[in-house]
């Protein structure tokens, strides 16, 4: 491509320039008699798997329809996926408290810990201990959910689910404790029923408080609200 040609396809729209340089590459494989492949061929774009990972996509959406216990501020339940939604953000934000950690494992985890739940739906925290099943269950829903992606992929979010309900890594452990934050804040956060427990909150996850210094800093922020909350029922 000559210097004139060169500035013009650099002073053209991205599309123009890619088919301007598409087509040069193409002149300079004929005359090298060699075959240019067609970049925007579909077959080229899609991988093998590339449909089975958007069927997953599809089938986690359900995610948004499960149900969870608690209140939002506005009175209506919310949902599992606002759950994971907020609970992300947490870490998000307390990010530069958590040294020496994998956080995009963090942030991995915190999306997928209650992913099974779009198939079964959620077990309100204050029944779970009834429910000696609840992890068995919750991972056979989430194999039946990872059915539609390849190999790797299944393996790795698996695994990630595994290590969460393990609390085998401090990822693992720091993502068990915000679960429990976030739960307690959205009960104080709530428009809530009159009946509502609140001295449940008190009790609540206290055994992953010591996962990490801030997660008890906050618990005492938390646990004053809750207590506030419940005199003024």
């Known amino acids: 491509m000559d210097c004139l040609n060169a500035y013009w396809v650099h002073d053209k729209p991205d599309f123009v320039r890619r088919l301007a340089l598409k087509d040069e590459r193409k002149a300079i494989a004929k005359r090298a008699g060699i075959d240019e492949p067609d970049e925007f061929s579909p077959k080229k774009l899609i991988p093998k798997d590339l449909f089975g990972c958007l069927e997953f996509i599809k089938q986690a959406e359900k995610l948004k329809d499960v149900i969870r216990s608690a209140h939002t501020s506005a009175g209506r339940y919310e949902s599992t996926a606002e759950h994971t939604w907020r609970l992300c953000l947490m ?8 040294k020496n950690i994998d956080f995009a494992k963090l942030i991995k985890i915190c999306i997928i810990h209650d992913l099974g739940e779009a198939i079964s739906g959620d077990i309100p925290a204050i029944e779970q201990g009834t429910d000696s099943d609840k992890s068995v269950n919750e991972r056979s829903d989430l194999v039946s959910l990872l059915s539609s992606l390849d190999k790797s992929r299944r393996l790795e979010i698996l695994a ?18 915000l679960d429990k934050l976030e739960t307690i ?49």
């Open 160 to 177: 990630l689910w595994d290590e969460y309900e393990k609390g085998s890594s401090t990822e693992a452990q720091i993502a068990k404790g």
């Open 91 to 98: 870490a998000v934000v307390f990010e530069k408290e958590f």
């Open 185 to 233: 804040i959205q009960h104080n956060q709530g428009k809530n029923p009159i009946d509502f427990d609140y001295e449940f909150n008190l009790l609540y996850g206290q055994s992953y408080m010591d996962n990490h210094p801030l997660f008890s800093q906050i618990r005492e922020i938390l646990d004053a609200e809750t207590k506030k909350r419940a005199q003024a029922k």
